[in-house]
């Protein structure tokens, strides 16, 4: 059994899965220990739909592509990513993307495969399960931290996860398109998509699951004052 510091160091978001269904049971599972995770006063701000009808995800997609291919480059509730990129963010977003179009030997003026793999976030990697995560828009009505709680929670799933050797991804390409989704699922009006978690079982003989960035050398990004 893997220990918690090895879940961590061995996690990838994976980015091809078997067509092998993620029991009900295992989900809860999960869920339920992803739940324990701390949060703000105990707002405990997560509001999960767990999504497994093929119809239904294929909808989502579909919805997403259309809007896409319609030229609409986000339909959000927030803003994932920076709107002005600075070093050494933009530095490594684009060695984490060269990286994997590298690897998969696309090159960097193929329109057509490029966004095919774009695509590909929307048709869930394949996975059975997508867990697409929201809270409550007055929670996030000028104020963060139930975000960074809904972030804490998004790792207790991918860690909760490993238990049952199960592999995800992490989504914020749906979170452009939040509002779209939302519509397709018909959730609430109160309700705010932060992001989605994809879920399922690896296809390991995949090449793209090989892709693995580097993380930065811990002098990078913390200062110790003793």
């Given at each position: 059994m893997l220990t918690i510091l090895e879940a961590i160091n061995t996690r990838s978001s994976k980015?091809?899965?078997?067509?092998k269904p993620v029991s009900k049971e295992v989900q809860e599972k999960i869920l339920k220990a992803a739940g324990m995770t701390p949060s703000g006063?105990?707002?405990q701000p997560w509001i999960v739909y767990a999504v497994s009808n093929k119809e239904i995800l294929q909808n989502v997609g579909d919805a997403i592509i259309a809007k896409m291919n319609a030229g609409v480059k986000h339909d959000q509730f927030i803003q994932y990513y920076p709107k002005t990129w600075i070093s050494p963010y933009k530095?490594?977003?684009?060695?984490?993307?060269v990286g994997l179009y590298t690897l998969m030997e696309v090159d960097r003026k193929d329109v057509e495969k490029r966004t095919k793999m774009w695509h590909d976030n929307f048709r869930w990697?394949?996975?059975?399960?997508?867990?697409?995560?929201?809270?409550?828009?007055?929670?996030?009505?000028?104020?963060?931290g139930a975000i960074l709680d809904c972030g804490a929670y998004m790792q207790s799933i991918l860690l909760a996860a490993k238990e049952f050797g199960l592999d995800t991804c992490p989504q914020g390409s749906t979170t452009e398109f939040g509002k779209v989704i939302a519509n397709v699922l018909k959730t609430p009006d109160n309700l705010a998509l932060l992001y989605s978690v994809?879920?399922?079982?690896?296809?390991?003989d995949a090449k793209i699951n090989s892709y693995q960035p580097k993380r930065v050398a811990l002098e990078d990004s913390v200062t110790f004052i003793d």
């Open positions: 980015r091809a899965f078997l067509p006063a105990n707002m530095k490594r977003r684009i060695k984490t993307g990697f394949g996975a059975q399960t997508v867990f697409f995560i929201f809270t409550d828009k007055v929670n996030i009505d000028e104020a963060q994809v879920i399922g079982y690896a296809d390991e």
